[in-house]
């Protein structure tokens, strides 16, 4: 008996034909279910967020497998080819906070835009270098380095010679990333400094008694010592630039406590203003050799544009501001009634509020 021979039956071709197209298009499903679930799901952050650290050099692949380890987010890699297909690979290192409920988009975005946690620090006018030193190495998340362990290690980090760099930066709020060096925010307000005072110099009145911007940042940190009210200060340069015209003696106090260095006990009697020291400006003549603290802009700006006038002394009145005297003879009188006299209340600057 012959065997008759079997042909494939059209419908079983198009039943696995069919089978085939199910299988791709449950697949393909499946890849897009899985994909809104790495974008779109909250990452594994808790209620306060995450704070965590992109290392110098990380990459976005490094980054996320990290987040893996840790935890936060589950398919790296389909977040990353999201990356690569919105063309957001470059991040930028730093310290990020990620808020609770972000997603995946979320953070792409972040690392992408380089969205880092920013941190603030303020210099205070008045202060001395060695006192903004000691204020930036305890910023918070400032890497301190070997360059900043000193004044000395500082000005040299800086370029600057021992023992001039009084003075050369400038107070002021500065916002920083983590992992920032000491020396790194210094030199911002070090190059700040240099930018002030040459906008400010290019500004100056005619007739001043200063040969270089220097001397003018001098007499600027003399000006921000004596100043108890802002709106003296361009007075208490009219003052000083009159005595240095007229070739008389500066005579204030703040000189004499930065010459006394560790030596003053808060206490600022008749010998210490007769005790030779190159800060001593009841016994030099002219200006002191280095400033003696952080100018701010506005004392700049009073240096380089006194007010006109004829005092030629001042003497506190105990409530931040002071009297203005022409004549001798009216500031021994000023010096009586607020200085030997003096209220229970007496403050050499404004109290708060004022």
Known sequence: MVKKKRTSSPFKF????????????LL??????????????????????????????SSLSGTLRKLKSDGVISWPRLILAYAYWEGK????????????????????TRLNRGD??????????????????????????IVRS?????????????GLKEGAEEGWIFPDTYVYRSGTT??????????????????????????????????????????????GQPSERSQIAGVFVRRLNMGMRLQTDPTVIY??????????????????TPYNTYVINGLPPTPIALPGRAAIRAALNPKPGKSL???????????????????????????????????SSPAKGN
């Open 89 to 108: 690979t470059d991040i930028h290192s730093g310290e990020y906070l990620i808020p609770s409920g972000s997603t995946a988009v979320d953070l792409i």
């Open 182 to 227: 000491d020396i790194e925010l210094l030199r911002e307000a070090y190059e700040r400094m240099q930018r002030v005072l040459d906008e400010e110099w290019q500004a100056k009145e005619d007739g001043l008694p200063y040969a270089t911007p220097y001397e003018a940042l001098i007499m600027a940190s003399l000006i921000e010592k004596e100043t």
């Open 14 to 25: 198009w039943k696995i034909l069919f089978s085939g197209f199910l299988l791709v298009a």
């Open 116 to 141: 880092v946690t920013i941190y603030r620090l303020t210099l205070v006018e008045g202060w001395t270098f060695r006192q903004a030193l000691q204020k930036i190495r305890s910023g918070q998340r």
């Open 146 to 158: 070997e360059a900043g362990s000193s004044v000395s290690a500082a000005a040299r980090a800086l």
């Open 313 to 347: 002394y001042f003497v506190g009145k105990g409530d931040g501001s002071h009297h203005f005297s022409a004549t001798l003879t009216e500031h021994n009188r000023a010096v009586r009634e607020y200085q030997l006299k003096r209220r229970a209340d007496y403050r």
């Open 259 to 276: 010459g006394l260095g560790e030596d003053y006990d808060g206490n600022l009697t008749r010998a210490h203003l007769r005790q030779p």
């Open 28 to 57: 393909g499903g499946a890849s897009l279910w899985m994909l809104q679930m790495a974008l779109a799901s909250p990452l594994a952050v808790g209620e306060k967020g995450l704070q965590f650290q992109v290392q110098k050099g």
